[in-house]
């Protein structure tokens, strides 16, 4: 039998294969969806890392980097400038010279995929012809090669992602640079828009005080006329008093001199509008001491009376309006404000004796920093609102008053009284770190003030209500009076801590002390 005709036997099959692609390796669905879980879990553990290095760099950058790279800006962009140039200089002089490059560190200078499986073919060839001292060479020229050609990928790769992102930085800086300017540039137009809406407000109120003071004229023909009239009167010794039509003149005037802001030393606007010339003529008439004179106060217009550090003595203002003045750091001695209209009149710093302010409608007035000498009266003064904040009081009478409001937060006061005669109600005080030394409180209504850290050594709050009274943290209560006191069950606690004698509580919510 010719062994050419012989016949093939049939190949015989694996039957765990004879039913799959033999190009193919067998699925494991388990392994390929823990693959696959894993791969995911690990984009995402990355992909949370970035992130949270992202935000962390940015906010160290907010923190401490951003004000030198804004003062630096130029700088940073130009070193950023010059890093993009270097780099692509390196791998401009990498890529002219990558044989040599490449000979001096992989032993070849073939870069190339064809090279790589040139390589790789004579490698199988060897190995065919079982010439196993060239597949050996081979081999080791095969991995040098691709060794060399996966590493100019990366090198080519990596290159130019740095140069990417870095003009990509610099764009970014670029942008970030003209919107920084775009801000600094808004800010300061703003900054000048403010400034002009300022001097155009400036400039309206210094039209409206030229206005004003084109009635100097006036007022002052209205002096000489007024000095005429007293020169005839004393002349023929008749009684002080003006002609009606110069009365009229007088109060025409007074309403015509209204109040403005004006420039103070400082160059900038007063805080609140005042008539100077208004004050002017005030002045002027009281001292005229004439018999006519509470005619003329009366029927005039003397509010916004701009009055600071003016000496005022002996005067009698009862029933007056002058809301809105100013008496700041005035002298006032022995002055009657007896039922006077003094509506956010400001006494700041001012320092009074024997002023009566009895029955006077006086809201929202300020006394702050105010020296308020003994036999003061506020007798059923209207004081709602009122500021005596770090005010010295001197045996000042309140009895009556209706302080509701009104702060007495670092009063000094010695022997002021707010006795039986009217109980004042006082509602909603503030006398926070206040020296109330010997102040009588008999019948006050004192309901919410607060009284912390203020010295009430000898203080008599006999009849007074205390209820929800802020008592903690007082400096002094040495012989302090609580005799049928309105107070509630915790507060008592309050006055325990404080170290004051509690004893002698005969129900809820009196507290009886007695002398």
């Known amino acids: 039998m010719d062994p050419e005709k012989e016949t093939e036997k049939p190949e015989e099959k694996d039957p765990a294969h004879s039913k799959k692609d033999p190009g193919k390796l067998p699925l494991d669905p388990d392994g390929n969806e823990r693959h696959r879980k894993r791969t995911q879990f690990e984009r995402r553990t990355a992909l949370a890392m970035g992130l949270f290095i992202g935000v962390l760099g940015a906010t160290l950058f907010v923190l401490f980097g951003l004000q030198y790279f804004m003062e630096n800006v130029a700088s940073v962009a130009a070193a950023l400038l010059i890093a993009i140039l270097v780099?692509?200089?390196?791998?401009?002089?990498?890529?002219?010279y990558r044989d040599q490059i490449f000979k001096r560190l992989f032993k070849t200078p073939r870069t190339s995929i064809g090279d790589a499986v040139e390589t790789l073919n004579e490698v199988v060839q060897a190995a065919v012809k079982k010439d196993f001292d060239g597949s050996y060479k081979a081999g080791i020229k095969s991995l040098q090669v691709v060794t060399a050609w996966y590493a100019w990928i990366n090198m080519r790769r990596l290159f130019v992602n740095i140069v990417v992102s870095m003009i990509v930085a610099f764009g970014g800086i670029l942008g970030s640079?003209?919107?920084?300017?775009?801000?600094?540039?808004?800010?300061?137009?703003?900054?000048?828009?403010?400034?002009?809406?300022?001097?155009?407000?400036?400039?309206?109120?210094?039209?409206?005080?030229?206005?004003r003071a084109a009635l100097l004229s006036e007022l002052s023909n209205v002096f000489n006329e007024i000095d005429e009239e007293l020169d005839v009167v004393e002349a023929?010794?008749?009684?002080?008093?003006?002609?009606?039509?110069?009365?009229?003149?007088?109060?025409a005037l007074s309403k015509s001199l209204k109040p403005y802001r004006y420039l103070d030393t400082n160059g900038d606007l007063i805080s609140r509008p005042v008539s100077p010339e208004r004050a002017q003529l005030f002045l002027t008439l009281i001292e005229l001491d004439l018999d006519n004179l509470n005619e003329l106060l009366t029927n005039g217009n003397f509010q916004y009376c701009d009055l600071p550090s003016t000496p005022i003595s002996q005067k009698d203002f009862n029933g007056l309006g002058l809301n809105y003045s100013s008496f700041r750091y005035a002298e006032l001695s022995g002055l009657k404000f007896s039922k006077a209209h003094l509506f956010k009149t400001d006494f700041s710093h001012a320092k009074m004796t024997e002023v009566d302010f009895s029955f006077a409608e006086m809201d929202s007035t300020s006394f702050e920093s105010a020296n308020i000498q003994p036999t003061a009266k506020f007798w059923g003064a209207f004081a709602r609102g009122s500021r005596f904040s770090r005010a010295q009081l001197v045996g000042v009478d309140f009895r009556g008053a209706e302080l509701s409001g009104s702060d007495f937060s670092g009063v000094d006061a010695v022997g002021i009284k707010m006795l039986v005669g009217g109980a004042p109600k006082i509602l909603n005080n503030q006398f926070q770190g206040a020296g109330l030394r010997g102040v009588q409180f008999i019948k006050a209504n004192l309901e919410n003030a607060d009284f912390s850290g203020a010295d009430l050594r000898k203080a008599n709050f006999t009849d007074a209500n205390l209820?929800?009274?802020?008592?903690?943290?007082?400096?002094?209560?040495?012989?302090?009076?609580?005799?049928?006191?309105?107070?509630?069950?915790?507060?008592?606690?309050?006055?325990?801590?404080?170290?004051?004698?509690?004893?002698?509580?005969?129900?809820?919510?009196?507290?009886?002390?007695?002398?």
Do not use: C
């Not at 780099?87 to 002219?96: D, R």
């Not at 003209?178 to 001097?199: G, H, P, R, V």
């Not at 023929?236 to 109060?251: A, C, E, F, Q, Y």
């Not at 008592?471 to 008592?492: G, K, P, W």
């Open 87 to 96: 780099i692509i200089a390196v791998a401009l002089i990498g890529y002219w």
């Open 177 to 211: 640079v003209y919107l920084y300017k775009q801000n600094t540039l808004i800010e300061t137009q703003s900054d000048l828009l403010q400034t002009q809406n300022a001097l155009i407000e400036k400039e309206n109120f210094l039209l409206e005080s030229d206005r």
């Open 236 to 251: 023929k010794n008749l009684p002080r008093t003006l002609s009606k039509r110069l009365i009229g003149r007088i109060v």
């Open 467 to 515: 209820t929800d009274v802020n008592i903690s943290e007082v400096t002094r209560l040495d012989s302090v009076i609580f005799l049928r006191t309105l107070i509630r069950q915790d507060q008592l606690r309050d006055l325990k801590a404080a170290g004051l004698d509690t004893s002698g509580v005969n129900r809820q919510f009196i507290f009886v002390r007695e002398e």
